[in-house]
């Protein structure tokens, strides 16, 4: 599965976010883009396009994030987001994903992250 990570570029999710996905089996079993990891260029639009799923940590409001998520949700690619526990994520994203996935550490994401794909995907 070719899976989209999007997140706000305010964040700098390397260690918490990056980190326990890649280091995961989940990075042996799918194909992940990770765009903030790389420079931005015209491509990032063709991942998502071509993405079968978008993981979206949405801890943190960004436009730009919001740009991604409004172009997969008119695509139909399935969006999930994921939230630190205690940030508070726009009540507006429940118009374009029914999957929320709160978690307290990267361990805890990266474990609910592979518990909804074996279940789900």
């Given at each position: 599965?070719?899976?989209?990570?999007?997140h706000?570029?305010d964040?700098?999710?390397?260690?918490?976010?990056?980190?326990?996905?890649?280091?995961?089996r989940?990075?042996?079993?799918h194909?992940?883009?990770?765009?903030?990891?790389?420079?931005?260029?015209?491509?990032?639009e063709?991942?998502l396009?071509?993405?079968?799923?978008?993981?979206?940590?949405?801890?943190?409001?960004?436009?730009?994030?919001?740009?991604?998520?409004?172009?997969?949700s008119?695509l139909?690619?399935?969006?999930?987001?994921?939230?630190?526990?205690?940030?508070d994520?726009?009540?507006?994203?429940?118009?374009?994903?029914?999957y929320f996935?709160?978690?307290?550490g990267?361990?805890?994401?990266?474990?609910?992250?592979?518990d909804f794909?074996?279940?789900?995907?």
């Amino acid at each position: 599965m070719r899976i989209y990570i999007s997140h706000s570029s305010d964040f700098s999710l390397g260690d918490t976010f990056y980190r326990p996905l890649k280091d995961s089996r989940l990075n042996t079993e799918h194909d992940f883009f990770l765009p903030h990891e790389n420079e931005i260029n015209p491509e990032t639009e063709d991942k998502l396009r071509n993405s079968d799923l978008v993981l979206a940590e949405v801890s943190k409001e960004s436009t730009r994030q919001g740009i991604e998520l409004g172009l997969a949700s008119s695509l139909g690619i399935p969006i999930v987001c994921a939230y630190k526990t205690g940030a508070d994520s726009p009540r507006s994203l429940g118009s374009i994903s029914k999957y929320f996935i709160e978690y307290s550490g990267a361990e805890d994401l990266a474990k609910q992250f592979t518990d909804f794909l074996g279940s789900n995907h």
